[in-house]
């Protein structure tokens, strides 16, 4: 079984900051990519960032200069650090692992439960 557990949403004014975790545990051979999606009230889920093993990192234009990504491979942990948060940031954000369970087994999508992040003052 492979599990990805989220923490640190919340209630933040607009100008906050926040730092969401998650952390991936379980049969895991090895994790391709990571990142954190999210899906606003009446909107279809969409990427926010993403980091691959060993590449470049990836944002949605409107988090841009304002979110960082980042990830601790020895703990099979990825972050995302939101800065200058705005209402329009409002939704419940996902985690996602890109990940093998065995070296002879394909790559796998996985998903964390999702946490709220709320923008408001």
């Known amino acids: 079984q492979v599990q990805l557990v989220e923490s640190g949403g919340g209630l933040v004014q607009p100008g906050g900051s926040l730092r969401l975790s998650c952390a991936a545990s379980g049969s895991i051979f090895s994790i391709d990519s990571m990142g954190w999606y999210r899906r606003a009230p009446g909107n279809e889920r969409e990427l926010v960032a993403s980091?691959?093993?060993?590449?470049?990192?990836n944002y949605a234009d409107s988090v841009k200069g304002r979110f960082t990504i980042s990830r601790d491979n020895a703990k099979n942990t990825v972050y995302l650090q939101m800065n200058n948060l705005k209402p329009e940031d409002t939704a419940v954000y996902y985690c996602?692992?890109?990940?093998?369970?065995?070296?002879?087994?394909?790559?796998?999508?996985?998903w964390g439960q999702g946490t709220q992040v709320t923008v408001s003052s």
């Open positions: 980091i691959p093993s060993g590449g470049s990192t």
């Open positions: 996602n692992a890109a990940l093998r369970r065995r070296s002879y087994l394909g790559v796998n999508n996985y």
